[in-house]
T-cell receptor
Framework: EDQVTQSPEALRLQEGESSSLNCSYT??????LFWYRQDPGKGPEFLFT???AGEEKEKERLKATLTKKESFLHITAPKPEDSATYLC??????????????FGKGTLLTVNP | SQTIHQWPATLVQPVGSPLSLECTVE??????LYWYRQAAGRGLQLLFY??????ISSEVPQNLSASRPQDRQFILSSKKLLLSDSGFYLC???????????FGSGTRLTVV
């Protein structure tokens, strides 16, 4: 069974204080690892897809990296508007054409001004 | 451009009442469609997915059912709601070749 564990559950940062969120995964053949941002009361918003170990993706203050066992979402000099829940999900090769995603519980990030 | 519509945004229903949540996608054809539920303190749980009209796969035995009467329409239903059906319901479709999803805005269901 595919599993995704995110840590920490919650993270409080001061504006400008860089940090990283962790996503550890167990999957029978990784097809892709996905990062989403979710604001309160809204649906998740797609951020990145990573496919193979060593791959990196960047978007503004966010950078996602991938190893064979985990992924990190690095947040550089965060701003209050970066406050949200960040979700990690994996997709297994064994899924065939269904492309099911297995999600972690998320990390609630709060950035104080 | 592709868009996904989900309604209603909020719903308060008594125990034992029926449920129907609708999701429609525009700007694409034959999409993979998904229903997820997000309960407090839990991650997104896959309930149903569909790879085509009339094709429904269930992931979790429960009090809910799903149907796909048209290519871009996905419906989540229940004949009799339970308190445990409360949660945030999200519809999603798979975009492009990356395997990633676009999610709808969600329905907050409270069963009282």
């Amino acid at each position: 069974e595919d599993q995704v564990t995110q840590s920490p559950e919650a993270l409080r940062l001061q504006e400008g204080e860089s940090s990283s969120l962790n996503c550890s995964y167990t999957v029978s053949g990784l097809r892709g690892l996905f990062w989403y941002r979710q604001d309160p009361g809204k649906g998740p918003e797609f951020l990145f897809t990573l496919y193979s170990a060593g791959e990196e993706k960047e978007k503004e203050r966010l950078k996602a990296t991938l190893t064979k066992k985990e992924s990190f979402l690095h947040i550089t000099a965060p701003k209050p508007e970066d406050s949200a829940t960040y979700l990690c999900a994996v997709q297994a090769n064994s899924g065939g054409s269904n492309y099911k995603l297995t999600f972690g519980k998320g990390t609630l990030l709060t950035v104080n001004p | 451009s592709q868009t996904i519509h989900q309604w209603p945004a909020t719903l308060v229903q008594p125990v034992g009442s029926p449920l129907s949540l609708e999701c429609t996608v525009e700007g694409t054809s034959n999409p993979n469609l998904y229903w997820y539920r997000q309960a407090a303190g839990r991650g997104l749980q896959l309930l149903f997915y569909s790879v085509g009209i009339g094709q429904i796969s269930s992931e979790v035995p429960q009090n809910l059912s799903a149907s796909r009467p048209q290519d871009r329409q996905f419906i989540l239903s229940s004949k009799k709601l339970l308190l445990s059906d409360s949660g945030f319901y999200l519809c999603a479709w798979r975009f492009g070749t990356s395997g990633g999803y676009t999610f709808g805005s969600g329905t907050r269901l409270t069963v009282v």
